[in-house]
């Protein structure tokens, strides 16, 4: 017994030391581990993802996947709509071989595209992202728009009721360990709610200091639904919203020692959000991983939100 409880105190040891986040293997470098939060289905999901989304980002999102993975990232969004799931699928099968995590490490995200939203459509679709990613399941399937439309885009007239019939046997099958939906509103879900005995487990929506949908995400916690933040950056950095160098968000940033870029993140983890930042860059992929050592207070919380106009960055 006393070697057993040793050996689990210097295996803690160890941890501490090298930063390694318990069941990671391989010889990676200092990692941040990532906390994660229950769903309402009992599986857990990282509090932080990497977005992927961005059609000249393609090639380089293998590595991307490479570098996310070293640096302590579990969590990755996709969709079939971004058409990179072969090459997440590639890193993700570097990183296996590589042994930095085991499948069941990995938290993979995928979505349903508008013209799959058939009831009969869903798991071929399902089926045909998996192949892609060379996966078995994935630990989240979404519905990417309540809105239905034909393979040229055009709109049809599908009610998601129906596909998230798709969606509950596609969990059925084991094929998503949990399912839910993005961009839908508060009726929407209830639409659900009332018609099925699944509740979505994640409501993936746009949420940035611009655009901070208080509405939205309370609806979404009273139902016991976690909130997924997408374009968590917002105007940050893109043009035409607050400047980075904009003096409250900066002094907020200086405080903690802190990029803007990261006080942002922070901001919408605080606000008990899953933030999933894109980037292929590897150091900004670092950066914004490196926010799980500080925590913004209610009133600067109040002083990000103060930036908000309703806008979305899609508008
Ligand atoms: N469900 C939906 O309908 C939906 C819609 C939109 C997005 N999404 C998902 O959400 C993810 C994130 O949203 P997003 O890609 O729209 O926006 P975002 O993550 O808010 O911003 C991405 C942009 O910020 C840059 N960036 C990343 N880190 C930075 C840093 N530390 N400092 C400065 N610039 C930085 C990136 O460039 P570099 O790559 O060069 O770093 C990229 O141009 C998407 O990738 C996708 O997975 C879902």
């Keep these: 017994m006393k070697l057993v409880l040793s050996s ?28 994660t939060k229950q769903l309402n289905d009992g599986n857990n999901i990282p509090i932080l993802g990497l977005g992927t989304f961005g059609f000249g980002d393609i090639p380089k999102i293998r590595q991307a996947i490479n570098w996310a993975v070293e640096a302590g990232y579990r969590h990755i969004d996709t969709a079939a709509l971004y058409a990179n799931e072969e090459e997440i699928g590639k890193g993700i099968s570097d990183v296996l071989k590589k042994g930095l995590v085991r499948r069941e490490d990995l938290f993979i995200t995928t979505k349903l595209w508008n013209d799959k939203h058939a009831k009969d459509q869903v798991v071929p679709a399902l ?68 018609h099925s005995k699944t509740v979505p487990a994640v409501n993936q929506i746009e949420v940035h200091p611009s655009n901070t949908q208080e509405q939205t995400i309370n609806d979404c916690f009273e139902r016991n639904i976690a909130v997924v933040a997408y374009s968590p950056f917002g105007f940050f950095v893109t043009r035409g919203g ?58 600067e919380i109040s002083t990000i939100s103060s930036y908000n106009t309703d806008t979305s960055i899609f508008s």
């Excluded at 501490?16 to 069941?23: D, P, S, Y």
């Excluded at 998996?130 to 519905?143: H, M, N, P, R, S």
């Excluded at 919408?268 to 980037?279: A, W």
């Design 242 to 299: 607050p400047s980075k160098d904009d003096p409250k968000i900066k002094n907020i940033a200086q405080k903690y020692g802190k990029s803007v870029t990261q006080v942002v993140l922070r901001y919408s983890i605080d606000r008990g959000l899953i933030p999933i930042p894109k980037s292929t860059n590897q150091k900004r992929i670092k950066e914004n991983l490196d926010v799980f050592d500080f925590q913004l207070t209610p009133e």
């Design 8 to 35: 689990v105190a210097l295996c803690a040891l160890f941890h501490v030391i090298t930063g390694h986040a318990g069941h990671n293997h391989g010889p990676v470098g200092k990692q941040v581990k990532v906390p």
């Design 127 to 194: 089926r045909d992202s998996l192949a892609k990613l060379g996966l078995q399941y994935v630990d989240l399937y979404l519905i990417h728009s309540p809105e239905a439309s034909k393979a040229d885009g055009s709109p049809t007239n599908i009610d998601y009721l129906e596909t998230w019939q798709g969606m509950e046997e596609a969990k059925k099958l084991g094929l998503a360990k949990s399912i839910g939906v993005s961009n839908f509103n508060t009726k929407q879900i209830d639409r659900i709610k009332a």
